[in-house]
């Protein structure tokens, strides 16, 4: 058995522990199993409490700039209570159910770029400890995924896909911070829309679905957001009229152009969905477009660079956030 991290905080010859975590993606709202494999150290100690936290590495803006920060999302408690002796081996199972808005970090099998994480925070005589840290691979919901279908046979593609800090307004959203998954409009839409971004916020009796389109700006006119919120059910529904579906909400949000626009040459910038972290992007330009391709053949190209780029293993994606994860900022 190969234990990946002393405990460090507890003090040379301290408990070591690895927590290894179900082979197969977890889903929103979904059971999370696994065991945390302790070995003692050099002399016996009492494990007060083991506790789980789930954490995100989100974006976060700042004055100037944006940077990425490590974000707490829930925690879990999983045991505690027992004695450790020293060199003994000793194992706890445990389940624990995931928040249903928990972001989605594959798709097909494919990275989408969101970084998320399980770490094990061992209490022994009062002190704490961050030990062990493993990726959390998270698939998407059947809706979530018919839904992403949807946008692909419809001839959107993939761009990116990333965590914010922040709320949307007017939603029920839980979680401090929400996923964009940012998609690009085929040829005959690029006239309207730079891109379009999609976030899920689930919960047990459905699914709410934000999306903005980000438009182009006129000659004479600034470009603004369009916003607009669709509620839908978690129950499987043939592809074809989940295509409908998807189709009437982005027939909705494109039509707005109109209402959210004065005649040009006179046309205003509009108003902006998210608090004050969000951070608005620019569009990728029609070299971007991805026609006609199916949103999973898409991520199969675009959702492999980006994670990529974003880590080389987990470790590094969190490294310089052991001192603590924070909720929301103010």
């Not at 389940?95 to 061992?122: C, N």
């Not at 998270?138 to 990116?160: H, M, N, R, T």
């Not at 998954?181 to 839409?189: F, K, L, N, S």
């Not at 027939?251 to 152009?257: F, R, S």
């Amino acid at each position: 058995m190969v234990f990946k991290k002393l405990l460090g905080a507890l003090g040379v010859g301290g408990p070591s522990v690895d927590t290894v975590l179900q082979p197969d993606p977890a889903l929103p709202g979904g059971s999370l199993s696994g065991e945390v494999r302790l070995r003692g150290g050099g002399t016996d100690v009492t494990v007060e409490q083991i506790s789980l936290l789930l954490v995100a590495r989100v974006e976060v803006e700042g004055h100037d700039e944006e940077h990425d920060s490590t974000v707490l999302l829930e925690r879990f408690t999983v045991g505690g209570g027992f004695r450790l002796a020293e060199d003994a081996e000793h194992t706890v199972p445990f389940t624990v159910t995931l928040p249903w808005e928990t972001p989605v970090t594959q798709l097909h099998g494919q990275p989408l770029g969101p970084v998320l994480g399980i770490r094990t925070e061992l209490e022994v005589a009062g002190a704490r400890d961050k030990g062990d840290l493993d990726a959390l691979a998270v698939g998407p919901l059947p809706a979530q995924e018919a839904i992403l279908e949807a946008f692909g046979q419809l001839g959107y593609g993939f761009k990116s896909a990333d965590l914010e800090l922040g709320h949307i307004r007017g939603t029920g959203q839980r979680l401090p911070c929400y996923q964009e998954i940012e998609i690009v409009p085929p040829a005959g839409q690029a006239h309207a829309v730079n891109e379009i971004e999609v976030t899920f916020l689930a919960a047990p009796d459905g699914l709410e679905v934000v999306i903005e389109a980000d438009k182009r700006a006129g000659l004479f006119s600034e470009s603004h957001d369009t916003v607009h919120r669709f509620t839908t059910s978690h129950h499987a529904l043939p592809q074809a009229d989940r295509n409908a579906e998807v189709d009437a909400w982005l027939q909705q949000v494109i039509g707005a152009h109109a209402a959210h626009a004065a005649p040009y040459p006179y046309a205003q910038g509009g108003g902006h969905h998210h608090d004050d972290h969000h951070h608005h992007r620019s569009g990728p330009g029609t070299g971007a477009v991805v026609a006609g391709v199916a949103a999973g053949a898409a991520v199969g190209v675009v959702g492999g660079m980006v994670a990529a780029e974003v880590i080389d293993e987990i470790g590094d994606a969190f490294e310089g956030d052991d001192e603590g994860e924070g909720g929301e900022e103010e």
